[in-house]
Each structure stands twice: as C-alpha cells, then as structure tokens.
C-alpha cells in the first residue's frame, strides 16, 4: 500500500457538533479518528450559519450558543488528539473488500478506514455561485470560489466579489501583493468584522483596494481565461478588467457526493445501505433525520474492532449509561426552528 494512504480504524466524515462528539466517544474507546470537513473551521452549521444564536435543547446545558458549543466540544475531545483534514471534500467512497473502505478527498488525501461514520447533516457546504452561462469552464483557472494557494494571485489584477468576512479577508490577505485588487459589493455597507471593513478601507485610501458599489451581471473571456466583469452600477455598467475572479457569496448545504456513496436517500427522511449488505464486517455508519423528535427508536450498531461488539445508544441524554460509548449520528438542523441544535441519535445499516 503506497505510504501516502492514511490506514485509520475510524474516519468521520463532518466536523460538526456530532461529528466532534462521534471523536469524544470514539475515544472512550481507545479509537484515534480522522476528521475531513469541506469547511475550513471545524463546527459545521453552529459556527458557519449560527455561531451567535441561543441552542436550547443540548443535555444538561440549558442555553448555549452555537460558537460556545463548538468550543466545549473541541476542548472535550483534545484528549483524543484527533487529526483534522479540513478545507477537503470527500468525493469518493468505495468498499476495498469485506474490512475496509478507500475514501478520496478532493484535495488528493487518501484513506482506508474500517469504519466511516457520516456526520454531514445536510450534506457539504457548498459556495454560492456565478449562474452566468459558460463561466464554469473558467472554475479553479481564472474564476475562484476558494483559495488554496494565495501566491498564485500575486502580481494580477484580482476582482472580489462578497461583503462578508470571507471576501474581507481575503482583499486583506491579496491586495498588498496584487497588481491590482477590486471589492465588488452590493451596497456600500459590508457584514463583515468592522475591523475587518476599517482595514480595507485604509487599503483603498492608500490605492492598495478599488471598493466597488454595485452588481455584477456579466463577464468577457479571452483566450480560455476570464479578462473582464461587467458591473452595474446605478442605470449604467462598466466594464473593469481583471486577471482573476474571486467569488466570495456565502456557503449553502447541499447533499454533494454523499448522493452517489450506494445510501437508499428516501427523500432525506430514511437512509438504508444499498451498496454494502447488512453483513458486511465493515461499516458505513450514516445520518438519519428525525421524523417527529424523540420518537426514533434506537438500533444497534455494530463496531468493527473485535473486542467492542455491538455498542447502543438512544442520543446524548443517554450516551455512558448503557456500558458503553453510544455511537452518534446526526440529524440535520434545518428542519428545526432557528436555534434549535440537532438531537443525536443512533442506528444501524
């Protein structure tokens, strides 16, 4: 096996709130994880959608906010030293035989693990894109949703799009060795840190940053690569060139990849193995949302390490009560009211 293969007995695919957990129960055990997240700060839905915003149903804890619960969490589990591959999407899980599965990220990261425990919730957060016909022909040359490799941009004339925290940073982070750097919003007051805003805009009065006011509603290519947005502003457009187009509007979950792992998906409500049969030594430990809260039943789930057998558990409230470790999965926040954390509950394949 090639040395560059990562050999894991546990690998969880999320790095939310019960992906963090499934690593603090995994440890009781004595099971070292790999965590792969597509986000590049660990915390899933609570950091990325409502890091401010009271949770009320967590055990034990009678109000919490979701950045709060995410640090307990990483603090829990630092005993544990579990290994994070973080900015990856997992974009293909196969079964290598009757013990073990391969998983790719989009990154190039390559696994084998006995078992893979899927926390994604709704899935992966993927960024909002461009919908202008043809542009996708330009993703990861001259149009960019995600920045692997700031050097690359040093010396262009770089256009960002957004008025979070993200399209800040990243002006703050290119400007100073960009030729040129240009920050397309919407309107002229950004949602970003307001340190963040205060430090672009001594950029722009030193000629380091153009702030732009206004919409983009198109682009011209040349020669394979991007060379121009088109951007509206008031009743007139203007055209400004550019080398490379940053696009910084958010992140938004999507299913992704998980649609295409063998999961009989019933319309997000049940999910079965329809690629591995019940049997099978290894396992593929996945999420299941709940119909009406509180009234999925428990199922066992069987851990592939000879001396754990089969572990049970009916969600947090319950997790250590049992003799051992319950083993997690999640269900997805959005069908919660705002603020509402997901229940954690667990089942077999």
Known sequence: MSQDVIETDALIVGAGPCGLFQVFELGLLGVKAHVVDTMRVVGGQCAELYPDKPI???????????????????????????????????????????????????AGTEFVARTVFVAGGVGSFQPRRLRFEGIEAFEDKSLFYRVRDPARFAGKRIAILGGGDSALDWTLALAPAAKAC???????????????VERMRALAANGKVEPVIGKV????????????????????????????LLVFYGLAPKLGPIADW??????????RSGALPDQHPGRLCHRRRQLLP???EAHPVRFPRGGAGRVRGEGAAR??????PAIHDDEPADARAPGREAGLTSHRL
């Open 56 to 106: 009320y149903d967590i055990p034990g804890i009678p109000v919490i906010n979701g950045q709060e619960l995410v640090d307990n969490l990483m603090v829990q589990i630092e005993p544990f030293e579990p290994v994070f591959h973080l900015g990856e999407e997992v974009c293909e899980l196969t079964a290598l035989d009757a013990d073990r599965f391969r998983v790719v990220t989009d």
């Open 294 to 296: 509180g009234q999925e």
């Open 217 to 244: 509603s198109g682009y011209r290519a040349d020669a394979g690569a991007i060379t121009a947005i088109t951007v509206e502003i008031g009743d007139a457009e203007h055209e400004f060139a550019c080398d490379a």
């Open 182 to 196: 240009m920050l397309v919003h919407r309107r002229e007051e950004y949602r970003g840190a307001p340190a963040s």
């Open 262 to 271: 063998g999961l009989d998906i019933n319309q997000d409500h049940q999910c």
């Open 319 to 324: 997790s250590g009560t049992q003799g051992t």
